[in-house]
């Protein structure tokens, strides 16, 4: 049976701690492969992406291409609305019933995985990988007895870089060299996201 870590996320835009994330998972959780998945609308989050669907998800398959454990899909933004994880898990499920499915989150979304919608149901689905990062505690004794048994818990070097911090350099024209994909950068500036401006040569 092979396992599939689940990467989901707005990917606005995907960087280098992506990446990394994915691939500690896929080694530490003995996975098979990694499938990207762009959400359409995230459930959790309290703002609608910049980038369209398309561009997030043209990112992502920049990021990835030429590793081969490494896969897009746009399962969620073609089902559209808030994406919702048991509705991929069931989908993905129902399509390859013979694998095993593991979602891979950080730290914040360990804490989070109580509110996550229909958790329990999910949590039958699938298995969870938590990469735990160091300054980045985890509250686990809020977690039931059954989300703990089905998370396996790995170590995720720090990296203190997000999106949002992206973003913001990218708007500033500050560097964000080295953080994220050569390829996704060009990708961004000559399509002018994030208050770039188009063929800027700045890097």
Do not use: C
Request: charged share 25%.
């Amino acid at each position: 049976m092979k396992k599939i870590g689940i990467m989901g996320g707005t990917f606005d835009p995907i960087h280098i701690g992506h990446l990394i994330a994915a691939e500690t998972a896929r080694e530490q959780g003995g996975l098979d492969e990694v499938w990207f998945i762009p959400t359409a609308d995230p459930p959790l989050k309290n703002r609608a992406p910049l980038a369209a669907a398309a561009q997030r998800l043209e990112m992502v398959q920049l990021a990835i291409a030429g590793h081969g454990e490494f896969r897009a899909l746009d399962l969620e933004i073609r089902r559209g609305g808030i994406s919702y994880s048991i509705d991929t898990i069931l989908e993905l499920r129902s399509q390859y019933p013979r694998y095993a499915f593991y979602y891979i989150i950080g730290s914040d979304r360990m804490n989070d995985l109580p509110r996550w919608h229909r958790i329990q149901e999910l949590s039958a689905q699938a298995g969870f990988i938590g990469l735990a990062r160091p300054g980045e505690p985890m509250e686990l004794e809020e977690l039931s007895a059954e989300l703990r048994h089905s998370l396996l818990l790995a170590e995720m070097p720090q990296i203190g870089i997000s999106s949002t911090k992206l973003r913001a350099k990218l708007a500033n024209r500050l560097s964000v060299r080295y953080l994220l994909p050569d390829s996704v950068l060009a990708y961004i500036r000559r399509l002018g996201l994030y208050g770039t401006v188009p063929h800027d040569r700045e890097g």
